[in-house]
């Protein structure tokens, strides 16, 4: 009986022993790994802040048409791939081309009614110059009969008849001077097509050329069609949203840390980023491009109040832009508003925590695909011209004007 209590007593002390001895070694174990810890967190965890609240962002190119009108085709579709250039929608181009004609046809007559202006140029310098014959003609007669009528050759009143010839030539020439110099303010320092006339037309049919080539509606960059509102003949206007393009090679990540992450962040910091779309398998590398200045909720609609008796702090999160290596985009695209999980190395704490440079130079650009047709309608504008009018790049002169009015002027200081 003694010996079997003794065995037992023997057995709870050695499970105590035992029990002492798991939770030494388990008490070491932690402090180890607490340790580890503590050297992992120095060395290298603080370095490096991580959110899973971030989403990939990008361009959403709005097609609209400049003029309004009726869409009579549509040639791409949502997910459609299209180039920059193609040609998306074409709206009903009667309208437009009868608006075009119309203006050809003002053009033309404006064009021969101009041409007239400089025709009557010519016309009034030689009716000046006629002008100034008969004034010289009638001031030698009366010249004349002057010394006829002391000799009683004539009589009195053949000389008043040839002072009234005098002063009509006279005011005829002054009739004649101011018909030119109207006619020439309707034409000097210009050359018919830089007429204003000319001109006004000019921009007139510009305006409806472009109108016509509008009709025709062009992707302004290559994406990925995501939304296509518009149907076959529905009227639309220049604020109708045609379709929308996402460039995919254009796409970026925002990413929204906490504020009391963001005190080491500095622009071109390293970036690591995991898609959910891919997994961890495919790490993305990227760098911080910039902060934005203020908080999501200080650009909402209606800001938070904070000033009130139930005020409960929240933190706050700050949207960190980030590009990504666009050859790893090209191996494996993503699309917008897709989830990531970012993890910005802050290493690197000599940058800047804002950007510090303008930039100077475009950032985002499409091209303008009404130049060659300005080119068109300028080459549409010149064939009208010749066709209806000459001296088109002549300008007027008129060397007779500065003439006639000395000569006038000599006559009438003759009498």
Do not use: C
Not at 305 to 332: C, D, Y
Request: avoid cysteine.
């Amino acid at each position: 009986m003694a010996g079997e209590q003794e065995g037992s007593k023997i057995d709870r002390l050695s499970q105590q022993w035992q029990r002492r001895r798991i939770l030494s070694v388990l008490s070491l174990v932690f402090l180890v790994l607490i340790f580890i810890f503590s050297l992992y967190w120095l060395f290298v965890g603080r370095f490096y802040e991580t959110t899973d609240d971030a989403y990939v962002s990008g361009n959403l190119v709005q097609v609209m048409p400049r003029i309004s009108g009726q869409v009579s085709a549509i040639f791409a579709d949502e997910t459609s791939l299209v180039k920059k250039g193609m040609v998306l929608v074409t709206l009903d181009k009667v309208d437009a081309e009868i608006a075009l004609k119309n203006v050809e046809t003002q053009l033309a007559v404006t064009a021969r009614q101009v041409s007239q202006f400089y025709q009557n140029v010519g016309q009034l310098q030689a009716k000046v110059k006629q002008q100034e014959d008969i004034l010289e003609r009638t001031q030698d007669d009366y010249k004349r009969r002057q010394k006829l009528v002391v000799g009683k050759v004539i009589t009195t009143e053949d000389l008043e008849h040839a002072r009234i010839s005098v002063d009509s030539a006279r005011a005829a020439l002054d009739l004649a001077k101011h018909q030119l110099e109207a006619a020439i303010a309707l034409v000097a320092n210009s050359d018919l097509y830089h007429h204003p006339q000319i001109q006004q037309i000019a921009v007139r049919l510009r305006n409806a050329y472009l109108n016509l080539k509008r009709t025709t509606i062009y992707a302004p960059e290559t994406g990925y069609v995501a939304k296509r509102p518009v149907q076959v003949g529905q009227q639309v206007n220049p604020n109708t949203v045609l379709m929308i393009i996402v460039p995919l090679n254009q796409v970026w990540i925002d990413a929204n840390f906490k504020e009391s992450q963001l005190s080491h962040f500095r622009i071109d910091q390293p970036v690591e980023l995991i898609s959910d779309i891919y997994g961890s398998h495919v790490k993305y590398q990227g760098r911080v491009i910039g902060l934005n200045p203020g908080a999501g909720n200080s650009f909402s609609l209606l800001p938070p109040q904070n000033a009130t008796g139930n005020w409960i702090k929240i933190v706050q999160r700050l949207p960190v832009r980030i590009a990504i290596n666009s050859q790893q985009l090209k191996e494996h695209p993503l699309r917008v508003g897709l989830s990531m999980t970012v993890t910005v190395d802050t290493h690197d704490r000599q940058g800047h925590a804002l950007a510090k440079l303008t930039p100077n130079q475009v950032i985002y650009q499409t091209q303008d695909y009404n130049a060659q047709d300005l080119a068109g309608a300028d080459q549409l504008v010149k064939e009208i011209l010749e066709q209806n009018a000459q001296n088109i790049s002549l300008p007027i002169v008129v060397p007779a004007t500065s003439e006639a009015s000395e000569v006038g002027s000599s006559h009438l200081d003759s009498r």
